[in-house]
């Protein structure tokens, strides 16, 4: 049987017979609903057992991105030459997000100045993630590198959620 708490027969017990394993297919679930599967096995004289599985969510959206205030300038640690600095915020409210990197490149979505590296969003350890906040910054860039851009620069953050569906945002600024 499949089901959730407000349509508790999507598929009502199916015969199996000695099958392992099945494949459900042309099924009308709902996104952002929780399913779960039960499963009876009975023995020759009829008595019976039952197991359900954790809840499955139905997620066919992709997480919400947004990147703001994106600046190039003067980087908050010592060192020499400037940083790239960006503000994020997140969410997916059925699958919550699982990671958020960004990068840094001389063309959208490229990385060739500063390689994907994953940001830690300003939420609890631990806590689901619905959504998030954070900023981040580069590394110096020392601006004799030839890597980095003289006119431009373009940062691409990427959010994926718990369903493996993956949002990607790029903000150009000029240097």
């Known amino acids: 049987m499949l089901g959730n708490s407000t349509m508790p027969d999507v ?14 297919r042309h099924l009308t679930l709902l996104d952002g609903q929780f399913y779960s ?15 359900e599985s954790p809840p499955l969510t139905i997620d066919t959206v992709r997480p919400e991105l947004n990147v703001t205030d994106v600046a190039w300038g003067l980087c908050d640690t010592t060192g020499p030459g ?20 960004w990068a ?11 390689n994907w590296t994953e940001v830690t969003p300003d939420y609890a350890q631990g806590a689901p993630l619905h959504r998030a906040t954070g900023r981040a910054q580069s590394a110096a860039l020392n601006a004799g590198d030839t890597n980095v851009p003289k006119s431009n620069v373009h940062v691409t953050f990427m959010v994926t959620d718990h369903a493996n569906l993956t949002t990607t945002r790029s903000v150009s600024i000029m240097t």
């Open 82 to 101: 400037c940083c790239v600095s960006a503000e994020w915020s997140a969410g997916d409210l059925a699958a919550s997000v699982s990671r958020v990197a």
């Open 11 to 24: 598929l009502h017990f199916q015969k199996a017979r000695t099958l392992d394993s099945t494949t459900l």
């Open 37 to 51: 599967v039960v499963v009876r096995a009975y023995n020759g004289v009829g008595a019976f057992t039952t197991a």
């Open 104 to 114: 840094i490149g001389r063309f959208e979505g490229t990385a060739d100045v500063q």
